[in-house]
């Protein structure tokens, strides 16, 4: 019996059911994001109210279509139907079936029913299968499971008090669970099971069958292993063969339900909407380009959407920091919570609208239908070069931001070619990159137009965004053969019905991610960054005294421009602090890529955030006003080397804009691959092969073009 006044409730159901509605219609606004022990999964969690007497804890569990687990978040949600995970121990189960796929959804009901754990079945979708002409008899689908049965509306909100009204109900216990077995599962393995069974006798009859087939992934101490390992062996048991009769007996059953409270239109006098626009959206031709103007208006939307609270976040922080900085003594303590806390604050929640944006309209894609439609369009492609079609969302997430990109391969079932997805996103060219891109351009490239219209520098942009695309799928080819997982791929996709987006589902999303951004890659960006403000701000005694002295005897003559001798003054304290030194230290390896230390700093401190590069030159070449890109460019392009050269010229500016496509310019998006990895070993590689990719592309292109 659960706890007195409080139950914990699984939600549980296949993808794209509307588990997620339901759980945010019971939960709210009253939720969590965490992660499950062990897995790099998200775990939502959420409270409710079933009555005045009565409050319940809500675990949203991963969607799985059966429970023959496959992928790491199936896993999740199998363990704990199987009383597998002692972190989660449900009262009541409430299993969501898409009514508009009843069949398709039953086999996992049926699983769960048999399981003999308190079942509910909530009835999603009844406006679509209304739609489809389909009627069901709620009553007498509630007759042949032997469980509750609710239709719910969770768009409308209807439907979820009866929900809340069952769920304490059975949690009570005041509904008889069915005594018969959905099938005669005893007879699937009837010796193994009834061993099983005299081990275990709290099992059911179908819970043993599985204790036969995943027993070594269960929480059993050595000698229920052996014991269980011996009447495998005993029995001649075969999980394959188990499995498939199960499948081939459940769905024969599902047929005589489906036969007596269910009813179908002919299918063939049936003209679907969803199959009407399939014929246009996965067209052999015509597919393809409707697939790239969404992505087009994708990107366009993210950056043109997300650039106006981004630029409000900008001016805030400025603003602040210009209020506290004429307002505060000027101390150690002040440049720090300046230059170091608040800076370290705006670099985190700059991005966050643009994550929210991405994640929102991904949502979007995926609650219509179609996200589902563009790995099916790109599998082909994918898997030629290690991937399948799941892995085109990460990497298209990649050009807004690595780090939600990476965590969206988490969708990706096998797991080679999810770390293969990981290992290749970041060559993404991420907006992050375009101020680089954008300064650089500017500066060697002539803006002159092809044929009239086509502006070079915008073609430029374009090849710099299409050779980290190529660049990845070369990487991923190569690294398939590396890479020893030895795990079948499976490409099996569930082409949903087209219906419009669930925006409660969409802001939900919004903010679970933008938590979750927040809370763990904003923690190393942080870090991070008052690291780099001490490198910058501190160096050798000796030497920052002797810079002190210089220029306060210089500050001391009767013609010293002072405002020109303090931006000078910041300049070379910043040349001799620890960070200008490891510019020098690594100038004689960078000066083959026609870097000088300058570019060698900006390189160092853009580790933390790749537009910090952009900052870093502002301060190198003393600009009076770092929001006017003329004056930067200006300054940048009247800068020389020792040899009396350009130090940006086409070369070198090649080179440079070659150099960030491929290095691994960001330290957030390390600590988000090893939280998805859980290792260190992936990350280091990582940050191996895209610095040296990075190194020798750059090298080769500045080699060719000076």
């Known amino acids: 019996m659960p706890e007195k006044g409080r139950i914990h409730i699984a939600l549980v159901g296949n993808p794209n059911s509307g588990k997620s509605s339901i759980f945010n219609c019971l939960t709210g606004m009253r939720q969590k994001v965490g992660n499950y022990p062990g897995v790099t999964v998200d775990k939502k969690t959420g409270s409710t109210s079933l009555s005045t007497e009565t409050r319940a804890e809500v675990i949203d569990l991963p969607g799985t279509y059966s429970l023959y687990p496959r992928k790491m978040d199936e896993w999740v949600s199998y363990k704990v139907l199987l009383n597998q995970d002692s972190n989660i121990k449900a009262d009541v189960v409430v299993a969501v ?28 979708m ?3 299968a209304a739609k489809k002409g389909i009627r069901i008899d709620i009553a007498e689908l509630e007759r042949e499971l032997g469980v509750p049965v609710v239709p719910v509306n969770p768009r409308k909100q209807k439907g979820i008090a009866q929900l809340k009204k069952v769920i304490e109900q059975t949690s009570q216990q005041l509904f008889q669970a069915p005594s018969r077995d959905f099938i005669d599962n005893r007879s699937l ?20 069958i599985h204790y036969l087939i995943n027993h070594e992934s269960f929480s ?38 489906m036969k007596a409270a269910v009813s179908e239109p002919d299918p063939l006098q049936q003209s679907l909407f969803t199959e009407k626009l ?10 393809y380009i409707i697939l790239l103007v969404v992505l087009f208006l994708l990107f366009q939307s993210v950056f043109w959407l997300a650039s106006f609270p981004m630029d409000w976040i900008d001016s805030g922080v400025t603003l602040l920091s210009r209020s506290l900085s004429a307002t505060l003594p000027d101390t150690r303590w002040s ?32 609650d219509t239908g179609y996200m589902a439609r563009i790995s099916f369009l790109t599998d082909r492609l994918m898997r030629s070069v290690g991937l399948n079609g799941k892995s085109v969302m990460p990497m298209i997430s990649g050009f807004a931001c690595a780090v939600p990109a990476i965590m969206s391969a988490r969708n990706i079932e096998n797991r080679k070619e999810r770390l293969l997805t990981i290992l290749i996103t970041p060559l993404m060219s991420c907006s992050a990159r375009l101020p680089v891109f954008t300064i650089l351009i500017g500066l060697v490239i002539p803006s002159t137009y092809v044929f009239g219209f086509l502006s070079v520098q915008g073609l430029v942009m374009m090849g710099l965004y299409l050779l980290g695309l190529v660049m990845a799928l070369i990487v991923s080819y190569v690294a398939k053969w590396f890479i020893k997982i030895k795990e079948k791929s499976f490409f099996i996709l569930e082409l949903p019905t087209y219906r419009s987006p669930r925006w409660n589902n969409v802001v939900q999303t919004m903010i679970s991610k933008a938590k979750i951004f927040v809370t763990d890659a904003g923690k190393v960006i942080m870090i991070i960054s008052l690291i780099l403000w001490a490198l910058s701000s501190f160096g050798p005694e000796k030497r920052m005294n002797r810079v002190r002295d210089q220029f306060a005897e210089l500050k001391a003559q009767p013609s010293a ?12 304290k910043l040349e001799n602090s620890w960070a200008g030194i490891m510019g020098k230290s690594i100038e004689p390896a960078i000066t083959p890529l026609g870097y000088d230390w300058k570019i060698g700093i900006a390189l ?21 006003d770092e929001k006017n890109n003329l004056k930067l460019k200006e300054k940048m392009k009247a800068a020389v080397g020792t040899d009396g050269k350009p130090v940006f010229n086409l070369a070198s500016g090649i080179s440079l804009m070659i150099f960030y496509v491929f290095a691994m310019q960001c330290m957030s998006t390390l600590a988000v691959v090893r939280r998805e990895t859980r290792s260190w070993k992936w990350p280091a590689i990582q940050f191996v092969y895209m610095t040296a990719l990075a190194y020798v592309m750059s090298l080769f292109a500045y080699q060719v073009l000076r």
């Open 189 to 208: 393995a009837y010796a193994a099971v009834g061993e099983v069974k005299s081990r275990f006798p709290e099992l059911s009859n179908y819970a043993a």
């Open 335 to 366: 440049d720090l919570l300046i230059n170091g806390v608040i800076a370290g604050l705006g670099g985190i929640i700059m991005f966050v609208p643009q994550i929210m944006m991405l994640f929102g309209i991904v949502r979007l894609l995926e």
């Open 278 to 287: 399939d014929n246009i959206l996965l067209h052999r031709r015509l597919g």
């Open 220 to 257: 059993l101490n050595d000698a229920d292993q052996m014991l269980v390992e011996s009447i495998e062996e005993k029995n001649k048991f075969n999980p394959t063969k188990t499995q498939a009769e199960e499948i081939l007996q459940r769905y024969t059953r599902i047929r005589q339900i």
């Open 126 to 128: 009844m406006d679509m």
């Open 97 to 124: 079936a898409d009514a508009s796929n009843l069949k398709r959804n039953l086999l996992f009901c049926t699983q769960i029913i048999d399981l003999k754990v308190p079942v509910v079945i909530a009835l999603t």
């Open 604 to 624: 160092i401190t853009s580790f933390a955030a790749r537009e910090v590069f952009v900052g870093t030159m502002a301060t190198l070449y003393s600009v009076g």
């Open 561 to 572: 421009d002072t405002a020109s001798l303090e931006k000078e003054f910041k300049a070379a």
